[in-house]
């Protein structure tokens, strides 16, 4: 069993900066997807990043893209989400969750059921 702990939400100005980070209670071997997702207030969860556990092909929403990076340290069993140039509209709780299958795959990293570990979310709030 799995647990993951995310950390590093909170308030900043629209064209700041926050890094989230996530920690798995377990070790997370190779064969992991891991991914960041979100939730808005009235709106339905959506794929953020993923990364697969170890290294390899990263995955990013559009509207993410060039503003958020995935990363990861193995050694700490962490995974991250630097975002750069936060917009309001990224306001939003964010969780991190995690799968085991060789890799993140383009076709399905974003969606909900392809991750059965989930954290409790962090919240994460953009004011203009």
């Known amino acids: 069993q799995v647990q993951l702990v995310e950390s590093g939400g909170g308030s900043v100005q629209a064209g700041g900066s926050l890094r989230l980070s996530c920690t798995a209670s377990?070790?997370?071997?190779?064969?992991?997807?891991m991914g960041w997702f979100r939730q808005a207030p009235g709106k339905e969860r959506e794929g953020v990043a993923a990364i697969r556990h170890g290294g390899g092909s990263t995955y990013y929403a559009d509207s993410v893209k060039g503003r958020f990076t995935i990363s990861q340290d193995n050694a700490q069993n962490t995974l991250y989400l630097q975002m750069n140039s936060l917009k309001p509209e990224d306001t939003a709780m964010y969780y991190c969750?995690?799968?085991?299958?060789?890799?993140?795959?383009?076709?399905?990293?974003?969606?909900?059921?392809?991750?059965?570990?989930w954290g409790q979310g962090t919240q994460v709030t953009v004011s203009s």
């Open positions: 377990a070790y997370i071997y190779s064969s992991y997807c």
């Open positions: 969750a995690a799968d085991e299958k060789p890799d993140c795959y383009s076709r399905t990293w974003w969606r909900e059921p392809e991750y059965m570990y």
